[in-house]
Nanobody, 119 residues
Framework: QVQLVESGGGLVQAGGSLRLSCAAS????????MGWFRQAPGKERELVAT????????RYADSVKGRFTVSRDNAKNTVYLQMNRLKPEDTSIYYC????????????WGQGTQVTVFS
C-alpha cells in the first residue's frame, strides 16, 4: 500500500495548461505502475493515463492523446500529469492511483484535485 496526495489543480482558461502532481509515501513506490483518472459530475470515473514502474510504457485515453503527458520521478516518489491545450470538457476531479505488480485495478487512490477549465 502507498498513500497518495494530489496537488496542482485549479481554475484555468481553455487553451491553458496545468501540471498535476501526485506524491506517494512508502519505499515501494518505484515498483508500482501509476494511473491518473478523472470523474466529472454525473459521470463515471474514467482512466486518463497510465505509466509503468520504470516509465517505459505510457498509455492515454483517446480524449487526451497529444495534449496530456504522464511522467514520474521515482527518486521523488512523485508522478505528474502535464495537461496542455485544456478544454472545458476536461473539467473534473483528477485522481492518481497505484497498481500493485501484476494487478489491473488500482490498490491505492488519492483524494483527488479539482480541475476547472472555463471558456
Amino acid at each position: 500500500q502507498v498513500q497518495l496526495v494530489e496537488s496542482g489543480g485549479g481554475l484555468v482558461q481553455a487553451g491553458g495548461s496545468l501540471r498535476l502532481s501526485c506524491a506517494a509515501s512508502g519505499r515501494t513506490f518505484s515498483s508500482f505502475a501509476m494511473g491518473w483518472f478523472r470523474q466529472a459530475p454525473g459521470k463515471e470515473r474514467e482512466l486518463v493515463a497510465t505509466i509503468t514502474w520504470n516509465a517505459g510504457l505510457t498509455r492515454y485515453a483517446d480524449s487526451v492523446k497529444g495534449r496530456f503527458t504522464v511522467s514520474r520521478d521515482n527518486a521523488k516518489n512523485t508522478v505528474y500529469l502535464q495537461m496542455n491545450r485544456l478544454k472545458p470538457e476536461d473539467t473534473s476531479i483528477y485522481y492518481c492511483a497505484a497498481y500493485q505488480e501484476g494487478k489491473t485495478t488500482p490498490s491505492s487512490w488519492g483524494q483527488g484535485t479539482q480541475v476547472t477549465v472555463f471558456s
